[in-house]
């Protein structure tokens, strides 16, 4: 949940700075200037219906993980757009841009590095790779033509800032998801061993040579 707040923030990020977004948002704010609504509800609307595709695909029941994944994001990001400004100045709204992808890359590996789910677009990527048996590339590559290509006809905001996404995501996310990871098993490490230490099944030796059970 840390993660898809911290990727949401990121999100908010690149839509406030107004220099184009990834393409999944250029079809939501698309969507916005034609029909209304919120950035984050088109998310999470636009999320319902690739969760239900994605199911019939497989024919199985969606995972807990996407669907938190769904609402959190579409809900976080309307918050953060409500929150942040765009600057004036083209430079700072560069800054905004850049840092935007590298946090959005931190949030995808903190929320990936777990392991509860994928969230409904990477889970509809991966069960059209398994029906086609194409390479995960030319499919997310096919996905992301194709709702870049709807986006842009709907108005939404195709500029440097999407470019910039679609080159330089993959490096962020290859960069940060073992650190994600490291950082995330620690975490998860110390819980447990507190967990244990509750439950009284930790031994510590003392200064007698003998070891006593923590109760």
Not at 104 to 114: R, S
Not at 148 to 157: E, R
Request: proline share 3%.
């Amino acid at each position: 949940m840390t993660g898809l707040i911290i990727m949401s923030f990121g999100i908010a990020m690149m839509i406030t700075a107004d220099l184009g977004s990834a393409p999944w948002d250029v079809l939501h704010i698309g969507l916005q200037k034609q029909l209304g609504l919120t950035v984050g509800t088109w998310s999470i609307i636009m999320g319902i219906f690739i969760i239900g595709f994605t199911s019939l695909l497989q024919k199985e029941w969606p995972q807990a993980g996407g669907i938190v994944n769904m609402v959190l994001v579409g809900v976080f990001i309307d918050i953060f757009l409500f929150l942040l400004t765009t600057p004036d100045a083209f430079l700072f709204k560069l800054l905004m841009l850049l840092l935007g992808i590298l946090i959005i890359g931190y949030g995808i590996g903190i929320y990936i590095a777990p392991e509860c789910g994928a969230g409904p677009r990477d889970s509809l990527m991966i069960a059209l790779q398994e029906k086609t048996g194409w390479k995960v590339s030319r499919v997310r590559g096919i996905m992301e033509i194709t709702v870049l290509s709807a986006g842009w006809f709907l108005g939404g905001p195709v500029f440097i800032g999407t470019i910039l996404f679609c080159v330089g995501i993959g490096h962020v996310v290859g960069f940060a998801l073992p650190q994600c990871r490291i950082l995330v098993h620690r975490l998860i490490e110390r819980g447990v061993k507190c967990e244990n230490i509750n439950q009284g099944t930790i031994r510590t030796n003392y200064n007698d040579g003998f070891s006593k059970k923590i109760r």
